[in-house]
T-cell receptor, first 112, second 118 residues
């Protein structure tokens, strides 16, 4: 969707390295969801951010939402092969009961 | 545990047959549910919005007569792919919002249904 830009489209990192995935909206976000997906499988919920400046962490994954609520980043520290997969950001662009708009995804490969 | 359940997880059917996929909200009522489709190596694309007690609204390019949506109760929406063809083979996933969670409600996704049409 042009409303939501996700980058990079693909990423290959060496095990143990850090990486960042970005998600930028042309509109103010009411919420931003991060998911991980393995090919052909369902979505694994990672984190949801709703407040400007909010930051959440789970294990080695940290997600942030900027103060303007238009940009979010997902940072993985000391990447492991288990982090490999497709990462999707989903934007909540409405205040009502509206669907998420998804970025195109980032395909992450972690090599030993 | 899952708060939105989708069934079946996968289905294989012959060309020309119809397939029904169910999406249930397990511990909250959902007046609205969303149906997405995901083709290989692509992101999730919204197909339609299912509204309890009224007609679904479809995104541009989605054939409403081919993808029948019924939202007969506050916890169940069904997507029927009619006269399925191989090009309908895809990953279909539903979502629903629990409006009582978070500031604007929290969206939950079903497990997804992989449809293969032979």
């Amino acid at each position: 969707s042009q409303e939501l830009e996700q980058s990079p489209q693909s990423l290959i990192v060496q095990e143990g390295k850090n990486l960042t995935i970005n998600c930028t909206s042309s509109k103010t976000l009411y919420g931003l969801y991060w998911y991980k997906q393995k090919y052909g499988e369902g979505l694994i919920f990672l984190m949801m951010l709703q407040k400007g400046g909010e930051e959440k962490s789970h294990e080695k994954i940290t997600a942030k939402l900027d103060e303007k609520k238009q940009q979010s980043s997902l940072h993985i520290t000391a990447s492991q092969p288990s982090h490999a997969g497709i990462y999707l950001c989903g934007a909540d662009l409405g205040s009502g009961n509206t669907p998420l708009v998804f970025g195109k995804g980032t395909r992450l490969s972690v090599i030993a | 545990g899952a708060v939105v359940s989708q069934h079946p997880s996968w289905v294989i059917c012959k060309s020309g047959t119809s397939v029904k996929i169910e999406c249930r909200s397990l511990d909250f009522q959902a007046t609205t549910m969303f149906w997405y489709r995901q083709f290989p190596k692509q992101s999730l694309m919204l197909m339609a919005t299912s509204n309890e007690g009224s007609k679904a609204t479809y995104e541009q390019g989605v054939e409403k007569d081919k993808f029948l949506i019924n939202h007969a109760s506050l916890t169940l929406s069904t997507l029927t792919v009619t006269s399925a063809h191989p090009e309908d083979s895809s990953f279909y996933i539903c979502s629903a919002r629990d409006i009582h969670r978070g500031n604007t409600g929290e969206l939950f996704f079903g497990e997804g249904s992989r449809l293969t049409v032979l």
